[in-house]
């Protein structure tokens, strides 16, 4: 078996007392973690603020490629102007 390294972290009263009387909270903390991370930004890595030289990668990005609104989910999504648009 690999060893395991522990993690603490802080929580608020409230959040405690939701996870306390879990049966197996590590597993559900581990797989929530595993899942955001799954979710995060492949530019900002979930800081939500881009560095110059990744702003600067952005804008060039963007000359070929635009941010728009999915009518049905709202949601926004990345469109290529290169090529032709097929979403959903």
């Excluded at 306390?20 to 530019?43: D, H, K, T, W, Y």
């Amino acid at each position: 078996m690999k060893k395991q390294e522990i993690v603490t972290f802080k929580v608020d009263r409230n959040l405690f007392e939701i996870i306390q009387g879990m049966p197996n909270r590590s597993e559900f903390i581990r797989s929530a973690v595993l899942a955001a991370l799954g979710s995060i930004c492949p530019l900002c890595s979930g800081t939500g603020i881009l560095t110059p030289n990744q702003k600067q990668h952005w804008d060039d990005f963007s000359e070929a490629h635009s941010v728009e609104t999915c009518e049905d989910c709202r949601e926004r999504y990345l469109v290529c102007s290169c090529a032709e648009h097929h979403h959903r």
